[in-house]
C-alpha cells in the first residue's frame, strides 16, 4: 500500500475550511497536553481561555483595540510575502513610526488636532517605511538576505526608541523614568465612546484606519496594474525578470508601504494607547503579524478576521494567567502551534492524497512516494 | 464595484460588534470605598517577572504569602506580566473579577494602573516605585537606599583595589538611588575607591549580566553589586575568588563563598499595615508611602563568614541609626561626578529629588544613560 | 587597554562566541542539505531549558548536554516534517518554530527560573593553558568550549571528505539530480536538519549548563538569529564560521568592557553594536560576493526549495 500523491486541480471548496478546522484542533490538542504536562486543568483551561476572549463584551472591545495594531502590520507584512519578499521586520517598523509620531507630537505642540494628527500620521509612516526600505535597498544593490537585515533592524529599531526615551526625550516631570512627556490632547487619538455617546471601552478613533488601509490594499491588487504586476511576482525574482516587470521598483514600494502601514500602527498604538512614547509601547505585534499573515494567505479579509482571533487569543490568555497562574508565554506557544499545523494542513490544499494498493515500483527511493 | 460593496459591509459588521459591546457596561466590583471591608478581603498582586526562587518578584510574594496567613485574607498573583498595554488589561481583569485591594509591584505598571484605578472608584490601588497617585491609588516603596549605603560601607572596607563593580539594571532614578547610596556608603569608609557601572538594560538575564560582571572583574573590580534579580554577578564574582552584594533576598545561596551581605526587601510589614487599614477603613488614597529600615521593609543579609568582626560591627552601628530613624544618606555636601555641589552641606535632599534623582554622585565611573 | 585586559576581552570572546559557533555550524549542515531552518532561535531557547532540566534532575551535566542536543534534533524534525512532508513554506515554518519553541521554553521553565544547576566548571588544561597569550584565552575554559574546538573540523570533515556530506550537498545543490544518482533526497535532507538541529541544542545547552549554571527564560536572547545571519557571512563554510561567531563575542565582550572602564557613550547605543554589526557584516560580505562574483556559487542552489512529488 501506498500513498499517492497528486496536484490538485481544482480548489477544494468547502474542504478548505475541514482542513483549517482541523489544523486548529490539531493544535489546541498540543496544547491541552501540555497544559496537561504542565499540571494544569487541561480542559478547563481552553474554557476560560475561550470565555476570556470571547465570553464578555468588554473582551471583545479589548480584542478589537488590539486587533489595530496586528492588523496593519499584518496588512504590511503580507504585501511583500506576496512576492516572496521575506520582511520580519514590522516590529522595527512599528518601533519607528512610534518614534516618527512622537517626533511631531513634541516638535508642533501648538498645531491643531486637524494638522497635528495628519502631520503623526505621515511622519509615522515615513519613518516607518524609511526603516522598511532599508533591506529592500540592501537587497537590490547587493543581495543581502531581507530575512536577516529586517530582522537586525528591529533590534536596532527597538534600542534607536530607548535611546531616545532614556535620553533626550525624556520628559523632566518624569522624575527621570523613561517616557516622554504626554502629548498634547491634538496629537492622541480619542476614544470612540464619549464622541459617539456609547460605552465602548478603550476602542479609539483609530480603527478606521483599518477599514481604509483594508479597503486600499485590496483595490490596489486587485484594480491596480501595479498590484496585478505585483501578483506575477508572486513566482520569484526569476521569473519576474523574465517577464520583464519592474521587480527592483516593487520590492521598494511593498517594503516602504508594508513599513509605512507598520509605522502606522506604531503611531496609533503610542497616541491612542499610551498617549506618550515610552519602552513598553512595544508589545511584539509585529511578530504576530507574520503569523496572521500566512495563516490568512495574504488575503485582506482573512488578515481582518485573523487578526481579531489572535487579538482575542493574547486578551484569553491573559485572563488564563490570572485564573489558572498560567505564564503568558502560553500565547505564543498557541500561536507557533496554529501556524505549525496550519502550514502543514495547507498541503492539503494543494495536493491530494489517495491510498493505492499497488507494488512498489523498482524506484522506491522517487521522491513522488511516500511509504 | 462588488469588492466595494464587501468593504462597505464589512465597516457595518466592525461596527455592529463594536456596538454590541456597548450593551452592556463592565460590571464593577460592589464595596462602597471607605466603609470598613467586612468579610472576605480579596487582594491581588500583578508581578512583572516570575515570582521563581529569588529576585524582586519574588521578595513581594513573600509579603503576599504573609497577608495570606491573616484571617479573612484570600490573595492571587499574576507573574511575568508584560508593562505597558497589556498590565492594564490584567489589572482590569482583576479589579473585575471582584479584586478589593491591587498591589501593582513595577514601576512600569504605573500609568496602567492609574487608568484602571480612575475605571474602578471602589477597588483599592497600590502602585509600587512610581510617583503617580489618585483617590483610590497610592503609591509605596521602600527605602532600600538605606540598606545600599549599608553594603556600600561593607564593600568600602573589604576592597582591596579600590575599584568596585556595579552591575546595574536600567538607568532609572531607582537604580541611580541605590547606585548613589551605596557608593557614598563606601566613601563615607574608604574615600579612595571608585564605583564603577556597567548597565545591562535587563532586569533577569543572567548570561548577560553574569558577562557584565566578569567584564567589571576584568578591569580589577574586587567586590561586585548589582541591581538586577539574576544571580549572575554573584556566580562570576565566586568564579572568579572576589566579593559580591546581592539584590533583593539573601543571594548566598549562589555564590557562598562571595557572599558578603545584600540588600533585602521585607515587604510584609507593608503589607500587613495597608491590609489593617484596608479593614478598618482608614485606608486613603493619594498618599506616597515610602517606608524604611526603621519599619522594617529593608535590612541587609546576614554578613557572610569572610566580612571581619569589626567591619561588621561598624556597619551594624550605622544600620541602629536607620533603625532609630535617623537618615543622614542624602545629607550634604554631595557633589556630582564632575565635581559640582549638588546637596550644600547639612542640607538634606527631599523625597521628590531622590525620587528624580539622575545624575551620578562623585566617585561613580560610567555613563548615566 | 592593558595586555591583561586584552587577554581577558580574548577569553570572552571565545566564551561568547562557543553557542554562537555550535548554532552556526548547525544551521549550516540544514541550510547545505537545501533546508532554510529560522526556527534556530526557539531550538536554542527549548533545549537551553532540556539541558537544564535534565541535569537539574539528574545531576549530570553530560546528560544534560546530550537532552539538549536530542530536544533541538526533536524539534527541528518538526520543521523536517512540515516542509519535507506536508511541503510547508520554509520561511513560515521556521519562524513558526521560533515561535513555538521560544514560548514553550517560556512556558515550561517559568516555574524553575532563577534555581541552578551544576553544569560545566571551567577546567585549564595541563601544560597548555601556560602558553603565553593563547593559554589564558582558549586553555581556561569549560568543557563545552574544547567540545566547539573540534565542532567545525567535525562539519569540514562530514560535508567535505565523507559520502553523507556529498549526498547532502547534493540534496542542497540538486535534489532531482541526486535522486537520480540513486539517492534519497528527503532523508538526506532530514537528516540535515535533525543533525543540525542537534549542534544547534548544543548551543542552546552551552547557554543554561556552561554559560549561566542558572535557568531563566529569554536564554537565548536573539543568539539564534545571529546563527542564521552567520551562515550567510561565512559562505557556507565552517571555518569562516569561526571568524563570524568570534567576531560577535568579541563585540558583545567589548562593548561591557568599554562601559567597565567608564565610557561616556549611551548604553543603548553600544548594546545596538552586535545587531549593526550583523548587518554591516551581511553587507560587507554580499558586496565582497559581488565584487568577486561568488555570491550565487556559495549558498546551496536549492536552498528553501521544497522538493515536489511528481504527478
Known sequence: MILKIRKREESLGWGVLVVYLGALALALAVCAILLALAGKPALEGLVILFRGAFGQSYSLLDALVKAIPIFLCALGVALSFRMQIWNIGAEGQFALGAVGATFVALSFPGLPALALMPLMF?????????????????????????????????????????????????????????????????????????????????????????????????????????????????????????????????????????????????????????????????????????????????????????????????????????????????????????????????????????????????????????? | MKQWLRNLGALALISVLALAGCQKAPEKAAATADAPKTGELKVGFVYTSPVGEAGYSWAHDQGRKAIEKLPGVKTSFVEAVKEGADAERVIENMARSGTDLIFTTSFGFMDSTLKVAKDYPNVKFMHCSGFKTADNMDNYFGRIYQARYLTGMVAGYMTKSNIIGYVAAFPIPEVIRGINAFTLGVRSVNPKAQVRVVWTKTWFDPALEKDAAISLLDVNADVIAQHQDSAGPQEAAQQRGKYSIGYNSDMSAYAPKAHLTAAVWNWAPLYEAIVKEVRAGTWKGGRAIWWGMDKGVVDIAPFGPMVPKDVQDKVLAQKAEFVKGVDKVFVGPIKDQSGQMKIPAGVKAEDKELLGMTWFVEGVVGSVQ | MSPELIIALLAAAVQGAAPILF???????????????????????????????????????????????????????????????????????????????????????????????????????????????????????????YLVYCAPVAVWFLLNRTSLGLGLRATGEMPAAAAAAGLNPQRLRAFGVMAGGFLCGLGGAYLSLAHTHLWSTGLSGGRGWVAVALVIFAFWRPGRAVIGALLFGGVMAFQLRLQAEGTNVPSSLLLMLPYALTVIVLVFSAARAKYLKTGHSAAPAALGVNIEPEG
Open chain 1, 122 to 371: 505621515l511622519a509615522a509612516m515615513l519613518a516607518g517605511g524609511a526603516w522598511g526600505l532599508i533591506p529592500a535597498v540592501l537587497r537590490l544593490r547587493l543581495g543581502v538576505s531581507e530575512i536577516i537585515s529586517s530582522l537586525m533592524l528591529n533590534y536596532i529599531g527597538i534600542l534607536v526608541l530607548e535611546y531616545l526615551v532614556f535620553g533626550a526625550w525624556k520628559d523632566p516631570a518624569s522624575f527621570g523614568f523613561p517616557m516622554t512627556a504626554e502629548f498634547v490632547p491634538a496629537g492622541q487619538i480619542a476614544h470612540m465612546g464619549p464622541t459617539l455617546g456609547l460605552s465602548l471601552g478603550k476602542l479609539h478613533w483609530g480603527l478606521l484606519a483599518c477599514p481604509l488601509a483594508g479597503v486600499a490594499y485590496s483595490v490596489f491588487l486587485s484594480r491596480t496594474r501595479l498590484g496585478f504586476e505585483l501578483a506575477a511576482c508572486g513566482e520569484g525574482e526569476r521569473v519576474a525578470r523574465y517577464a520583464q516587470l519592474p521587480y527592483g521598483f516593487l520590492v521598494l514600494l511593498v517594503m516602504g508601504l508594508g513599513g509605512g502601514l507598520a509605522g502606522l500602527a506604531g503611531c496609533i498604538e503610542s497616541s491612542a494607547t499610551l498617549g506618550r512614547l515610552q519602552p513598553t509601547v512595544m508589545a511584539g505585534y509585529g511578530y504576530t503579524a507574520i503569523v496572521v499573515a500566512w495563516l490568512a494567505r495574504l488575503k485582506p479579509w482573512p488578515i481582518a478576521f485573523t487578526s481579531f482571533l489572535l487579538a482575542a487569543l493574547r486578551v484569553g490568555v491573559e485572563v488564563l494567567q490570572l485564573e489558572l497562574q498560567i505564564p503568558a508565554a502560553f500565547g505564543q506557544i498557541m500561536e507557533g502551534a496554529i501556524l505549525l499545523c496550519v502550514i502543514a494542513g495547507q498541503f492539503f490544499l494543494s495536493y491530494s492524497v489517495t491510498l493505492k494498493r499497488s507494488r512498489p515500483v523498482a524506484a522506491a527511493a522517487s521522491k513522488g512516494e511516500r511509504a
Open chain 3, 23 to 145: 548554532a552556526t555550524l548547525g544551521e549550516m549542515l540544514s541550510e547545505k542539505a537545501g533546508v532554510l531552518n529560522l526556527g534556530v532561535e526557539g531550538v536554542m531557547a527549548l533545549s537551553a531549558f532540556a539541558a537544564f532540566i535534565v541535569c537539574h534532575l539528574t545531576g549530570s551535566a553530560v546528560l544534560g548536554l546530550f537532552a539538549g542536543g536530542f530536544a533541538g534534533a526533536l524539534l527541528c524534525g518538526l520543521h523536517a516534517l512540515v516542509c519535507q512532508v506536508f511541503l510547508g513554506n520554509q520561511v513560515v515554518s521556521g519562524l513558526a518554530l521560533t515561535i513555538f519553541g521560544v514560548g514553550l521554553s517560556d512556558f515550561l521553565g517559568t516555574p524553575y527560573v532563577g534555581v541552578g544547576t551544576e553544569g560545566f566548571r571551567q577546567f585549564a588544561v595541563p601544560l597548555l593553558s601556560h602558553l603565553p597569550m593563547l593559554g589564558p584565552v582558549l586553555f581556561r575554559q569549560d568543557a563545552m568550549v
